[in-house]
T-cell receptor, first 112, second 113 residues
Framework: GNSVTQMEGPVTLSEEAFLTINCTYT??????LFWYVQYPGEGLQLLLK?????DKGSNKGFEATYRKETTSFHLEKGSVQVSDSAVYFC???????????FGAGTRLFVKA | EAQVTQNPRYLITVTGKKLTVTCSQN?????MSWYRQDPGLGLRQIYY???????DKGDVPEGYKVSRKEKRNFPLILESPSPNQTSLYFC????????????FGPGTRLTVT
């Protein structure tokens, strides 16, 4: 079946550091890939998405590229801010769009 | 304001006492879904609904029921809650199927003693 594996946290960085959160997946067909972010006490919000191979999703300085050859969708940001502290979830939605699988989540702490 | 609402936000109950968590969206979305979030496991899909009167099981449906009688509402029903259903629950909805991105409610924290 489909699955998503993302790096365990927590990840602790200083402000302005470079961020990478790794995400790999297994899936049949052509899934869509997502990064969602969860701030403390809130629901999840879509951060970015990619719907086909080689697509790059980007938003708020975050980027991720849909790599079919390595089955990966790593999240990157060049310079993190304290306000980026949150839990980040990688997810895939299967072809047809009805079932979604989430990774376990990676907690990010950014220190001033 | 476009949103997904859930009620209640917090609930403490006892084993076996039936409960319903409501979910409503005002975006005219056809697709809705329920998830539970547990530490170290991320979110796991309980049930989803493609449209009114059309529902199907996700990965962890045991112990839960849903119904979709109106497009905007998708309640989650626990007929006989047990302590292993203590969790944080999220409802989500999604616009037409070619985008697949989901809009999440604020969550319902359920404790079953």
């Amino acid at each position: 079946g489909n699955s998503v594996t993302q790096m365990e946290g927590p990840v602790t960085l200083s402000e302005e550091a470079f961020l990478t959160i790794n995400c790999t997946y297994t899936a049949t067909g052509y899934p869509s890939l997502f990064w969602y972010v969860q701030y403390p006490g809130e629901g999840l919000q879509l951060l970015l998405k990619a719907t086909k191979a080689d697509d790059k999703g980007s938003n708020k300085g975050f980027e991720a590229t849909y790599r079919k050859e390595t089955t990966s969708f790593h999240l990157e940001k060049g310079s993190v801010q304290v306000s980026d502290s949150a839990v980040y979830f990688c997810a895939l939605t299967n072809t047809g769009g009805f079932k979604t699988i989430f990774g376990a989540g990676t907690r990010l702490f950014v220190k001033a | 304001e476009a949103q997904v609402t859930q009620n209640p936000r917090y609930l403490i109950t006892v084993t076996g006492k039936k409960l319903t968590v409501t979910c409503s969206q005002n975006m005219n979305h056809e697709y809705m879904s329920w998830y539970r979030q547990d530490p170290g496991l991320g979110l796991r899909q309980i049930y989803y609904s493609m449209n009114v009167e059309v529902t199907d099981k996700g990965d962890v449906p045991e112990g839960y029921k849903v119904s979709r009688k109106e497009k905007r509402n998708f309640p989650l029903i626990l007929e006989s809650p047990s302590p292993n259903q203590t969790s944080l629950y999220f409802c989500a909805s999604s616009p037409p199927r070619d985008t697949y991105e989901q809009y999440f409610g604020p969550g319902t924290r359920l404790t079953v003693t």
